[in-house]
Antibody, heavy 117, light 108 residues
């Protein structure tokens, strides 16, 4: 069974940093691209970042480029999102999602990030 | 940047058919995927590549895509179908994934 479990969310002050993790199991992690998708309270889904299976290709939404860094450790079956210079508008539930031919076929349950003073 | 537009809400009686549109410039040339999200839960893929269903998704869910509009159709709507629905594409011109604005389906 495919499982994706996010962790690392919490309350952080504006300008602060946070690192999210996503632990994957139930599939060959190193064979799939992975993504982060977020959802602000009461709002729609917003794609944040994508990383290919070997980390060769990395993409970011314009709203986070230069502030967020996606990475992965295939030996640990883990996906990460380093978030710096956080803003109030970054407050959201952050989901990791498996990428299967440009479709997000499995999602984690999400971790809440709150940016507030 | 590429924009996908959905109606904010669709209301439908049980047993009837709900149609949710997703508008985008020449969207018919792209593969469209649809997600269902119930309150407090993660999204679930219900249709991929315009009209294919993942295993476990009822045949009542179907999709089509042509021209500037993609459509998710839910036949014989049930109370359990009440949720938010999002379309999604990969925009190769910007190397970005794009989600639609989302549609809340209410079962009357």
């Amino acid at each position: 069974e495919v499982q994706l479990v996010e962790s690392g969310g919490g309350l952080v002050k504006p300008g602060g940093s946070l690192r999210l993790s996503c632990a994957a199991s139930g599939f060959t992690f190193s064979s799939y691209s992975m993504n982060w998708v977020r959802q602000a309270p009461g709002k729609g889904l917003e794609w944040v970042s994508s990383i290919s299976s070997s980390s060769s290709y990395i993409y970011y939404a314009d709203s986070v480029k230069g502030r967020f860094t996606i990475s992965r450790d295939n030996a640990k079956n883990s996906l990460y999102l380093q978030m710096n210079s956080l803003r109030a508008e970054d407050t959201a539930v952050y989901y990791c999602a498996r990428d299967s031919q440009r479709t997000f076929d499995y999602w984690g349950q999400g971790t809440l990030v709150t940016v507030s003073s | 940047s590429y924009v996908l537009t959905q109606p904010p809400s669709v209301s439908v009686a049980p047993g009837q058919t709900a149609r949710i549109t997703c508008g985008g410039n020449n969207i018919g040339s792209k593969s469209v995927h649809w997600y269902q999200q119930k309150p407090g839960q993660a999204p679930v893929l219900v249709v991929y590549d315009d009209s294919d269903r993942p295993s476990g998704i009822p045949e009542r869910f179907s999709g089509s895509n042509s021209g500037n509009t993609a459509t998710l159709t839910i036949s014989r709507v049930e109370a359990g179908d009440e949720a938010d629905y999002y379309c999604q594409v990969w925009d190769s011109s910007s190397d970005h994934y794009v989600f639609g604005t989302g549609t809340k389906v209410t079962v009357l």
